[in-house]
């Protein structure tokens, strides 16, 4: 029985590469307090107000994302927090879906003071993104003087027990002379230190292939500043959860390193994701810039939820495996045109 056909028979769906997805990234903005010079472009044009999706429509699509069999949403932007009233989204989402999985990455910058607000809602996770532990080095990457702000929600998150991961982006000549700093902070703090290989998204001169710092010279690099043993699961959820990252633990320590590598050994084969645009296109691949365009349908009067979960349906049997077009894209460019803040990561 084919993808489409199992659409129709309404059971779970796979597409032609026997994958089913269960994990949606959900990005409520593309606007952001920070300007990390890998993701945000310099002339860049921000998604007018009228065509961003509002908070009830939000609510809608996560409905329609559970009635597909999705069981864990994650909130990203642009920089979720910017958005206003965000904290409603999370806790009418909850409210609706207490059983769901609702996880938030964020650059940190203004959570401070939100994190037991964030637990009482009910969300037991964050990943928040941090490049480097160097304040000054911080201002180089993002523009703006927040670390402290960061280290510090780093600390609250510990304190309420919220399961932590930080994730830096891999940048050779960046921020590979902190990996001992890096090693240390998941030595001594009870969170997932991941490093994310840097991908060529967006503008064509954001990623340089003098920066790519791959996984296994970070491997090999950490294994000579701590003794690493490898962790079974990938990162503690159901199976069919699994992150991207390969794990490790480390010898005495509380935390753990992991490893996304999604350019020198991908996880396409498992690959159990959707992603939603702040303007409402629904994205089956980070890596195509494919686009299905959900709001046009959510907001037309004879169409509606309806018309959309079809569309979500149908976009799910269509995934591609994102590393064959990573190995198609010619030299010097983007694997994808669109810039990383306006899809979520
Ligand atoms: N190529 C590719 N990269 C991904 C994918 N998922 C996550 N990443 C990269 O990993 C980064 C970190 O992702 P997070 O926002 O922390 O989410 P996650 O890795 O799914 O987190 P967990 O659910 O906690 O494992 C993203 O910003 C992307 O850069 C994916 O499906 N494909
Ligand atoms: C686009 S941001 C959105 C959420 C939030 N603003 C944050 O920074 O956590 C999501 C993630 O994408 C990562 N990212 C952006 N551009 C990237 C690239 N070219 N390669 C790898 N990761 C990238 C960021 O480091 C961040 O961890
Ligand atoms: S990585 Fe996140 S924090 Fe940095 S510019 Fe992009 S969206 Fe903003
Ligand atoms: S590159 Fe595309 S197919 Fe591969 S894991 Fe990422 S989103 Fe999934």
């Given at each position: 029985m084919t993808g489409i056909e199992r659409l129709h028979k309404n059971e779970r769906i796979l597409d032609s590469h026997g994958r089913t997805v269960s994990y949606l990234r959900l990005s409520v903005t593309d606007r952001c307090?920070?300007?990390?010079?890998?993701?945000?472009?310099?002339?860049?044009?921000?998604?007018?107000?009228?065509?961003?999706?509002r908070y009830e429509e939000l609510l809608t699509i996560v409905d329609l994302a559970k009635e597909l069999g999705i069981r864990k949403v994650r909130l990203t932007g642009g920089e979720p927090f910017v958005r206003k009233d965000?904290?409603?989204?999370?806790?009418?989402?909850?409210?609706?879906?207490?059983?769901?999985?609702?996880?938030?990455?964020?650059n940190a910058t203004l959570l401070a003071g939100k994190v037991r607000t964030l637990k009482e809602l009910g969300v037991t996770h964050l990943n928040v993104s941090l490049d480097t532990l160097d304040p000054r080095k911080f201002v180089d990457i993002t523009g703006r003087d927040f670390f402290r702000q960061v280290r510090s929600a780093l600390d609250e998150v510990m304190a309420e027990g919220i399961k932590l991961k930080v994730n830096a982006v891999a940048m050779r000549g960046v921020n590979d002379d902190e990996l001992p700093a890096?090693?240390?902070?998941?030595?001594?703090?009870?969170?997932?230190?991941?490093?994310?290989?840097?991908?060529?998204?967006?503008?064509?001169?954001?990623?340089?292939?003098?920066?790519?710092?791959?996984?296994?010279?970070?491997?090999?690099?950490?294994?000579?500043?701590?003794?690493?043993?490898p962790v079974q699961s990938f990162d503690g959820g159901p199976d069919a959860d699994r992150g991207p990252a390969r794990v490790?633990?480390?010898?005495?320590?509380?935390?753990?390193?992991?490893?996304?590598?999604?350019?020198?050994?991908?996880?396409?084969?498992?690959?159990?994701?959707?992603?939603?645009?702040?303007?409402?296109k629904l994205r089956t691949c980070l890596f195509s810039d494919r686009e299905y365009r959900l709001l046009p349908m959510l907001r037309h009067p004879n169409l509606g939820p309806e018309a959309v979960l079809r569309a979500m349906r149908l976009a799910s049997t269509r995934k591609p495996l994102g590393y064959k077009l990573l190995a198609a894209r010619a030299k010097g460019h983007s694997v994808a045109g669109k810039r990383m803040s306006a899809i979520g990561g």
């Open positions: 307090n920070l300007r990390c010079a890998y993701c945000f472009s310099k002339d860049i044009r921000f998604i007018d107000h009228q065509s961003i999706l965000f904290l409603w989204l999370v806790e009418h989402i909850l409210a609706r879906h207490p059983e769901l999985d609702l996880r938030i990455t964020t890096f090693l240390a902070l998941a030595r001594d703090n009870p969170l997932d230190m991941r490093f994310i290989e840097f991908m060529p998204m967006g503008d064509d001169d954001l990623w340089s292939d003098m920066r790519y710092w791959p996984a296994s010279d970070i491997l090999r690099q950490a294994e000579e500043l701590a003794e690493l043993v490790y633990s480390i010898k005495g320590g509380k935390g753990r390193l992991g490893l996304i590598s999604p350019l020198s050994d991908h996880f396409c084969g498992t690959c159990n994701r959707l992603r939603i645009t702040p303007d409402g």
